[in-house]
């Protein structure tokens, strides 16, 4: 399935479903996701989180409490500012009440807010991935590959199991690294 270029290089669609491969990936690490809080109900048939906030619930207006979350934030722009780094920062100031979390975003080297995460503001681990991503449409069909490669932003105890679980997929690293 062929998509548009307007697609894949604009803001003009925000809806990028995490590939169910992933997300099996991430119950490997994380167990059963407890909170997605930027999601909608087509990808919640194989997420099954047991909570989930759709565009509608605003979920940068609740608090994040969990045990387990995972985070695909929306892609594109509010006002001049990305959406990836809107959620990544909500994210961030949320992580005192959550004990484990893997966000997706895109790898976009050159952007503050990835660089910012990327140099030390990440207080996990990250997997970069060696291929790109095909993301699920929201009529429940896969894109073609993205443009990008991803990034797996990983938070929790279990960092050794993170990077079995997703070494295969990509380059895995820590904040001990001398690349940051």
């Given at each position: 399935m062929k998509q548009p270029m307007t697609v894949l290089t604009s803001s003009e669609s925000n809806e990028w479903y995490t590939p169910k491969e992933i997300i099996f990936r991430v119950?490997?690490?994380?167990g059963p996701i407890e909170l997605d809080p930027a999601s909608a109900s087509l990808p919640q048939r194989y997420i099954d989180a047991d909570r989930y906030y759709t565009i509608q619930d605003d979920?940068?207006?609740?608090?994040?409490e969990a045990w387990s979350l995972f985070l695909n934030p929306p892609y594109g722009k509010t006002g001049s500012k990305s959406n990836q780094d809107i959620w990544m920062t909500y994210l961030i100031s949320q992580l005192p009440t959550v004990h484990e979390c893997i966000a997706l975003t895109k790898t976009v080297p050159g952007y503050v807010w990835w660089d910012t995460l990327f140099r030390g503001r990440w207080p996990g681990e990250l997997c970069i991935t060696e291929d790109r991503l095909s993301f699920v449409h929201s009529?429940?069909?896969?894109w073609d590959k993205s443009k990008a490669a991803s990034s797996l932003w990983y938070y929790g105890t279990k960092p050794d199991k993170f990077k079995s679980v997703f070494t295969d997929i990509g380059r895995v690293l820590n904040t001990g690294d001398k690349y940051r």
């Open positions: 119950r490997q690490v994380i979920g940068l207006s609740k608090p994040w009529s429940g069909h896969l």
